[in-house]
C-alpha cells in the first residue's frame, strides 16, 4: 500500500483580516518525480502560468505581500516588478495598511512552513526558496505565477512543491481546478481525482 499526502496551512492575522494559505506537496507523493526538474512540465501540469522569476530570496516578503493586497495576477506583477526595478518596500505597498508587509515579512522568514526532510519539520519559505536556486529559471528562486487570474507564489525544491497565496484565492483556484490536477500529480487514477475536486468544488460554491 502507498499513501501519499500533502499539506495545506493557513496563517491569518486578526487584525487586518488577512490570511495565506500555504499547499505542501512533498516530492515523495508525487507519482512522477522528474517533474521536479522541468518547471514548465510542472506549471503545465497544475495549469499554472509564469508570470515572473524572482532573483533572490529576499524579494520573497514584497512577493507574499503582493499576492495578499492583489487579487488579480496582473496587478500582483505590477508590484513585482517595482520591486525587481529596485523601488523600496515602503514606496510599493504605501497604499496598503502596514500589516500587511509584517505579516508578509513574518510569513516569509519565519520557521512556520511544515515540510518533509528527517524528520518533518517547520521551515520559512526564504530558506526554502534558497534551495531552489536554477530550478524556476536561470538564477531564479521562487516564481509568481497565476492559477486563472488568480496569483501565486510556487516554489520548487529537490523535496517538494509550495504553493501559497491569498487564503481566499487559493480556495477558489483549488475548486476551479488546482486540487484535481494535485490529486493527479499524486497519482490518483482520473476518476477519483476527479470526485474528490468535483467534491472541493461543491463544498466551495455551497460556502460562497
Known amino acids: 500500500m502507498t499513501v501519499v ?3 495545506d496551512t493557513t496563517f491569518a492575522y486578526r487584525e487586518i483580516g488577512s490570511a495565506l494559505r500555504v499547499l505542501v506537496i ?20 497544475l495549469e499554472l502560468r509564469h508570470l515572473e522569476t524572482v532573483p533572490s530570496p529576499s524579494l520573497l516578503p514584497g512577493t507574499l505581500a503582493s499576492i495578499l493586497v492583489d ?3 496582473d496587478l500582483a506583477l505590477m508590484r513585482l ?3 525587481l526595478d529596485g523601488t523600496p518596500l515602503s514606496t510599493v505597498f504605501a497604499d496598503v495598511d502596514s500589516g500587511v508587509v509584517t505579516l508578509a515579512e513574518h510569513l516569509a522568514l519565519d520557521d512556520l512552513v511544515p515540510f ?4 518533518l519539520h ?17 538564477g531564479a528562486v521562487v516564481g509568481l505565477v497565476a492559477s486563472g487570474p488568480r ?27 488546482l486540487h484535481y490536477q494535485i490529486l493527479k500529480l499524486l497519482g490518483l487514477p482520473q476518476d477519483e ?16
Open 5 to 7: 499526502q500533502w499539506y
Open 26 to 45: 512533498p516530492s515523495r507523493s508525487i507519482l512522477e518525480k522528474q517533474i521536479l526538474e522541468s518547471p514548465s512540465t510542472l506549471m503545465a501540469r
Open 71 to 73: 487579487e488579480h495576477a
Open 81 to 83: 516588478r517595482k520591486l
Open 116 to 119: 518533509e526532510g528527517s524528520p
Open 122 to 138: 517547520a521551515d520559512s519559505l526564504v530558506n526554502l526558496a534558497g534551495k531552489s536556486k536554477g530550478l524556476l529559471g536561470l
Open 151 to 177: 496569483p501565486l507564489v510556487l516554489i520548487a525544491v529537490p523535496l517538494g512543491i509550495v504553493l501559497c497565496g491569498a487564503a481566499a484565492g487559493v480556495a477558489k483556484a483549488l475548486s476551479q481546478g
Open 193 to 208: 481525482a476527479q470526485k474528490a475536486s468535483l467534491s472541493d468544488a461543491s463544498r466551495a460554491a455551497n460556502a460562497s
